[in-house]
């Protein structure tokens, strides 16, 4: 395996990663909205996923893993440029750099409160050193 086809490789797996990732952390939204305000329908959460302005952080994540699926399934094969485009995207969003901060803020806010998804996060960030 080429160096090229490992960088794809890594990208299905911090792809992969980071969806568990985004679904620990959508069960917490969803539990605290429900504490808050009662129980909600899948339908309901779903709305509030898409359109509610606090979830934006949120659709960051969906946004990039849709991007990432869709140049995989490219059927004229991945662009070294859009690898590139793609690795540079996920790493600003777990790295330690001033990229992302809202977003990076809203994560370590529960990361507080969720173990497993900080784990999660630990072993994203390790992947991209």
């Excluded at 849709?66 to 777990?94: C, H, Q, T």
């Excluded at 630990?122 to 992947?127: D, F, P, Q, S, T």
């Amino acid at each position: 395996m080429d160096d090229f086809e490992g960088r794809i490789n890594e990208l299905k797996q911090a792809r992969d990663k980071m969806l568990g990732f985004h679904k620990l952390l959508i069960d917490l939204e969803r539990s605290e909205i429900e504490r808050a305000s009662g129980s909600i329908t899948a339908g309901q959460f779903l709305n509030l996923l898409m359109n509610d302005d606090r979830f934006e952080w949120l659709r960051t994540i969906s946004k990039l893993v849709v991007r990432i699926d869709e140049a995989f399934e490219l059927n004229d094969g991945f662009p070294p440029e859009l690898l590139d485009k793609l690795w540079y995207e996920f790493s600003g969003m777990f790295d330690d750099s001033e990229a992302n901060s809202e977003f990076k803020l809203l994560v370590r806010e529960r990361m507080a409160v969720m173990p497993e998804a900080d784990a999660i996060r630990r072993e994203i960030r390790l992947m991209i050193k």
